[in-house]
């Protein structure tokens, strides 16, 4: 697997589709850092982050209603 760009595009690819896209499409190598980079930032705006919604309430008041 090679790891190609052409503007903002970034692609991991076959060698033989990277050969490719390098000679007739405008692409140029770049290291396989940059894909997992762009990719990171994008799990990241994806994934909002979880609140704690009191979960620990929750398990005291079912506690309690067991014990009475």
Not at 21 to 31: A, D, Q, W
Not at 42 to 56: L, M, R
């Amino acid at each position: 697997m090679k790891t190609v760009q052409k503007g903002n595009d970034i692609k991991r690819v076959k060698e033989d589709e990277a050969e490719s896209l390098v000679r007739h499409k405008g692409y140029s190598y770049v290291p396989k850092s940059t894909y997992k980079s762009t990719k990171k930032e994008v799990v990241s705006e994806a994934q909002p982050e979880v609140e704690s919604t009191g979960s620990t309430e929750e398990s005291k008041s079912k506690k309690s209603k067991k014990k009475g």
